[in-house]
Each structure stands twice: as structure tokens, then as C-alpha cells.
């Protein structure tokens, strides 16, 4: 019968003595053992000699043949695992990057699992995952869905697998990153495994929590579990915190959270005291801001430029001009690079004090030092100027800074000026930009021409528009209908004329706005034909007339006498589909009460109520001068009831036309009133 015997020899080697300890033992033979061969499995245990050393395992197989053959093969076992200084496993990075790169390609492909993909790859290698393993593959996953399936997936790959805080706190990193609506719950899910499987969490966390609940509810329960892990807060738990309060708005909490934090003896950085400081100087919690500013000078976190800028702002709003440029000396005096941040606020802080001359030598200051100035910056000197009565200094100032001042600071000057009715400076100022720059502004062009037709300046109107091409810019509508409507509200029928037929020559095509200007501007100065024939092109160009051109057809009509035409004109507006508003209706009620036709008016009126368009005020006081003329007191006093009824509140002219149905004068005179619709008179006749 052929043995296979199974030989251990340990063998311990020192400097003076070495010891050699065999055991055997005889194994029967089984079925499968031949008659030809015969194995010996000899394991050779050699320690170092020298005993600091850690042991060192070898093992051999031998194989001996019938024939008296050998063959020994040596087989190392596997090291163990790395670890650090203090005893823990480091990750394998070749496992760690094999993981990942199975789960994240075989998540692409839908024919496949990764996990069991990763399961089979781990038992084939007989290897099972670390916690800091798992937690390395964590943070190669970049999507929060895979990552969380990963998470609970690690404890089915083995038995003694069990998460620890690090994995906890890497999947709640991943989850704070997200923007996924149910990272809240998931996050609570996390929190009550690790309570179901006794993990204890560390101060990291705490922090990660208080980062993702913010502050919510889940804060409270946050903090108690600082309590149930006994865990000591350090500073940067407490700066989380403040910025978790200040987020949700609640800076008395954040302050109180702040003292804790300076009890305790730590400090906030920059970036979160200055976040403390705005919030409480929002607030407008001034001493809370001061003693922050002096606990960041006590310890030693140096104040920046924002803090002192929060600080000017905050002292500006409280009028304390003065507290200002102590801030901002002391910014100077740090040799700190100011911005243009740190400059506005000082200039709007010393402007809310009425420091014109303070603000100006800052505004000096920053064109000496090369920041370059914007919108705001001129808006605010620009206002502050017109409140103190010094305008005549802006050109001094604009010159100063004329390297400065661009296209778009020359057009907010212009319409500002514009705006506030100082249209002499917004022309010196708009000559400065058509002067140096060769490439003009149209919102400046447009502004200046708003300017010059409100001041009544159109001749001066028209000669910009037609050099404007000049700078570059071309010609539009807006322009073209801002002249002509000043044009045509100023009566100057050949000025009218002209730049309408230049604009149809020229360009740009006239819209329905530009028909209905020049039609209402023809019939302001009762040039009826000239009307009729802007109307007539009209409806034989691409823009269709609307209910606005028929509204100012049928007041020229009317108001020029021609009652027939405009009510022609009216059932005209009603056959192509126009529905007549309280405009329409207004206009030719008065019409007919001019003409004494009072039976048209008031039929007009009934029809305009069985439309169901609810007259104005305008309407009734039309009607009721109407009827007052013509002596029928008992259908006016009727309709001032329906006026009444309606909700409409009498105006002066109502209780004009009723005073005088109460004397019994009924005399004739003009009380003309604007139209926002038409710009054409819609007034009663008393």
C-alpha cells in the first residue's frame, strides 16, 4: 500500500541555537489515489534571526514518482494587509480601481448587473472588501444613485462586512452634493441604519449633516446626536452651524451659536465672519456687528477689504458719513487693493450723508488709482449733485474721468438729465459723446431725441435724426414715430409731411404705429385729406389698419365737421370685424352732440351698453353735457343715476355740468382732455 506522507518542520534560527521540531502522521490512501504515485507535502516554518523581524511563512509541495523522480514546488501565501501607523487596513489600489471600473462600465450596459459583476470578481480572488476600500470606491462614483447602490450593496458581499463612520460619512458627502429632491430622506434612512447597526459616528459627521439639513427640523435631531455619541464640537461644527442659521435668514441664532462658539475659544475664518457681518448688518443688529468687527481684530483674523466694506455700507445707511471714511482709512492704511466694490459703497455712503465734497475726493481718488468707474458710480455722484443744487460740477467731473466714460455711461447720463428735466446738460453731454466718440449709442441717440421733442425742440429732432447715420446707427421706427409724434402734436404739418415721405424713401418701413401717429397728427391740425390718404395707404400696405386707426379716422372726421363720414366710417370697422371700444363710442358720441344731434348720441350710447361695453366717466360726462345743452334735465339726472349704479366716481367736470343743470345756465365752452390711446381730444363741451 502506497503512504503519502505529510511532513511540518518549524524551524527557529538564532544567533547561538537552532531548534527543529517534525511531526508526522499517516494518511490512508482513497480512491483516487494511484499506485504509481506518491506526494509529500513538507512545510518549512523559518523564523528571522533577528526577533524584531516578523515571521516569515514558506511552503513546499513535493511530488515523487514510482521511478524515484522528484519534482518540489515553493508557494508563498499572500501578504497581509498593509497598514498605516496606527493599525488600520490601508486599501488595495489595484482592487480599489478593478471595482470601479467594473461597476461604472458594466452601468452602462443593460444586459448586465455590475454588483454581481463585482461579486463574482471578488470570489474569484477569494478577497473580500475593507470598509476603506468600499469607501475609496465611493468616491470614484460620481453619480449619487450608483453610489447608494453600491453602499447597500457592499454588506452582501460578505458576511463580516459592516460599514464603519467613514463610509457613512462618504455616501452623506455624496448626498449633500446632490441635487436629487429625496437626498433629505435618504440621508435620514443612512442616520437610522447606523443607529440599527450600532455604528457611532464621529464629529465629521455632525458636520456633514448640519451642511445638508441646514436648518430644518432635522437640525435638532442633528445636535442630539453629538450628545448620544459623546462627541466634543470643534470649530468647525460651530462655523457650519452659524452658516447653517445665517442660510435660513435666522441671525439671532446665528449670533448665539457665534457667542457658544467664543466661550468655547475658537474663531471663525474670513469667509464666515464676514458672512456673520452681513447679515447682521442687513439686519440692521448694529452692536452685534461691531462686537464681531472687534472680536475679528482680538483674534487675529485680519479684517479684507469686504469686511470693511460691509462696514462702510452699513455705517453709510445710518447716516454716520464720518464712521465711513474712518473704515475706509483704515482699508488705505493696510495698503489693501480697493476695487470698485469698496469705492461705490464708500461714494453712496458719503452721498447719503450729503458729503458732496468727500464724495467727489474719493471719486478723484479712484480715477487716480485706475479703477475703472461704472454706471452706478456716476448715478450715484449724478444724484447727489442734483440734490445739492451742484450740477454745473458733473462736466468737471466727466472730464476728469472721460477715459472712463463709455458709450453706455454717456446714454444713462443723457437719460437721466433727460428724465429729470435738465435737457440743456444732457445735450452738452451728448455733443461731449457725438464729440469723442465715432461709434455712437442708440439707447443716447434715442434718449436725446425723447429730450429734445418733450422740450419742444424739433427742429432740432429732425436734424439728429437725419446725421445719426453718421455714428454708425442706424435708423429706427421707435425713432422715426418719437419725432413724428411730436411733430404732429406740435401742428407742424409740413415738418410732418416731409420726415414721414423721408422715412417711406429712406427707411425704415413705417409700422401701424407710424400710420396712426401721422393720421392723428393730420387730423390734430385738421388736414382731413392728408388723413383720409395716410389711411387709404394704410390698407394698401402690409400692416392692416386696427381699431386705433379707426378711432383717430373717425375723430378727425368728426371734430372737422364731417359727422357723416365718421359714422360711416364706424359701421365700416364693424363690418370688417372690429368691435367699437368706449374710445370709439366717446369719440362719436361727442360728434354728434357738437352737431345738436342728440337722438344719434343717446341711440349710440343704448347700443354701446347692448354690446356690452361699459362706458367711463368720460362717456357720461360727454352725454350728460349733451343732454344739459339741449335742456333734457330729466334724462340727465336719469343717467347720472346709471353713472352712479355703474360705480364710477364724478370728476369735476361731472359736477361742473350738474351745477349747471341746477341754475339752469347752459353755456358753451372747451374743456379739452388727452387721450392715452390716440393722443387726440376726447373732452365734453360745456
Known sequence: MDVTRLSYSLQTISSHRTITLRQSRTILPTATTTMRHRRHLRL????PTRRHYATKYTAKV???SPTGRTLSVEVTPPPPLPTDIRGYALPRRDLVCKATQIILHQSRSATSDPFLDLADYLSSLSVSLTPAEASEILKSLNDADLALKFFRFCPSLSTKFQHDAFTCNRILLILSKSAAPARFDLARSIVSDMHRSNIRGNIS??????????????????MELVKKWSLKMNSYTYKC????????????????????LRRHGYKLDIYCYNMLLHAL????????AYKVFEDMKKKHCEPDEFTYTIMIRMSGKLGKGEESLVFFQELLDKGCNLNLIVYNTIIQALARSNMVDKAILVFMKMVEANCRLNEFTYSVILNLLIAQGQLSRLDELVEVSKRYVTKSIYAYLVKTLSKL?????????FCNMWKFHDKGDRDAYMSMLESLCAAGKTAEAIDLLSNIHEKGVTTDTMMYNTVLAALGKSKQVSHLHEVYEKMKTDGPEPDIFTYNIVISGFGRAGKVDEAMTVFEQLENSDCKPDIVSYNSLINCLGKNGDVDEAHMRFKEMQEKGFSPD???YSTLIECFGKTDKVEMACRLFDDMLARGCCPNIVTYNILLDCLERCGRTAEAVDLYAKLKQQGLTPDWITYAVLERLQSGSHKKFRVRRQSPITGWVISPIR
Open 281 to 288: 448688518a442687513k439686519d440692521e443688529k448694529v452692536e452685534q
Open 205 to 222: 459627521t455632525v458636520n456633514l449633516l448640519i451642511g445638508l439639513f441646514g436648518s430644518s427640523d432635522d437640525l435638532e435631531t442633528t
Open 44 to 47: 518549512i516554518l523559518t523564523l
Open 241 to 260: 452651524l452659524v452658516q447653517a442659521f445665517l442660510r435660513s435668514y435666522d441671525t439671532a441664532k446665528a449670533f448665539q451659536c457665534y457667542m457658544e
Open 421 to 429: 428735466g435738465h435737457d440743456d446738460e444732457a445735450h452738452r453731454l
Open 62 to 64: 513535493t511530488s515523487t
Open 582 to 584: 368706449v374710445v370709439t
